[in-house]
Structures are given as structure tokens and as C-alpha cells.
């Protein structure tokens, strides 16, 4: 019987250990993926492609210097990146467009185009953290995102 009990509890010992190995895999897989989000070529590419207008409206903001890289530093110190783009009349109307995961800015500006030209907003797309050229660790899911993005407005 008390063969019985040890190789029960070096079993359960076994698969807890695993278990536990396997969560920690894929926490930080989901958190720091292969982040597609950090190749900013590959995205102004995969961008002209799908939307050829933006081309020339990003090529026409960066003559006229009006497509304007943003930092602001948060309060645990990392640098967080933003596009900014003034509407073409001036206006109090400002549109923040967030990326989703893995992604970075840049692959949400066929939404600002649609902002900024069409209802002549000011936009700013922000990168997330670990994502473009914001800095971070990991990605945050939302959790420390939400209160960079009122930082964000706040600026």
C-alpha cells in the first residue's frame, strides 16, 4: 500500500511540475510573441499594398512635415511612441486609434486616412507597449494600456 501512495504522489508531483512548466511557456509566449508589431517596414509595406492611397497620403504628410513622431515617457519610465496628424482645417476634434495585438500603429492608419481626410479629425495612433516603437517588455493585454492611452489624450 505504500508503494501505492509514492507513486501517486511522484505522479501528481510530475504533473504539477509540468503543468506548471507548460502555463509559463505559454504566458510568456502570449505576452512577447514573435511580435510582428516591432517590423515597421513590413508593415508600411503590407500597408501600401492593401491601401494604395496611403502611399501617396503619407508621402504628402512627410513633405508638408505634418505626419509627426510623438514620445512621452510614462511613470515606470518607458518611452511610448505615437503618429500624429493634424486635420487638414483646424478643429478640437481629435481621433485615438488603438492597434490591436501584436500589431503596431501603422497597420490602423487606413482607419486614421478615413478620420483625417474624410472627417477632417486630428488622429493620433499610438504604438502599445512592446509594440512599433514603444517600449516594454511585454505586451499588456489592456491592463496598463487603458491608463497610457488617457495619458495619451491628456497630451
Known amino acids: 500500500m505504500k508503494k501505492v501512495f509514492i507513486g501517486v504522489g511522484i505522479t501528481i508531483v510530475v504533473l ?3 503543468l506548471g512548466a507548460a502555463s509559463s511557456f505559454m504566458l510568456k509566449f502570449a505576452l512577447s510573441p514573435l511580435n510582428e508589431g516591432k517590423n515597421l517596414e513590413s508593415s508600411w509595406e503590407y500597408m501600401f499594398n492593401n491601401y494604395p492611397e496611403l502611399k501617396t497620403w503619407k508621402d504628402s504628410l512627410q513633405q508638408a512635415n505634418a505626419l509627426k513622431d510623438t514620445f512621452i515617457y510614462v ?3 518607458n518611452r511610448l511612441h505615437a503618429f500624429y496628424v493634424e486635420a487638414p482645417q483646424p478643429t478640437s ?10 500589431d503596431n500603429a501603422i ?5 486614421g486616412y478615413m478620420y483625417n481626410r474624410s472627417l477632417g479629425y486630428n488622429i493620433l495612433l499610438p504604438d502599445l507597449r512592446y509594440s512599433g516603437e514603444s517600449e516594454g517588455s511585454y505586451l499588456q493585454m489592456g491592463w496598463l494600456d487603458r491608463k497610457d ?7
Open 149 to 155: 492611452v488617457i495619458h495619451w489624450m491628456n497630451v
Open 75 to 77: 511613470t515606470d519610465q
Open 93 to 102: 476634434k481629435t481621433a485615438v486609434i488603438i492597434h490591436g495585438y501584436t
Open 16 to 18: 504539477v511540475a509540468l
Open 107 to 111: 497597420r490602423m492608419m487606413m482607419i
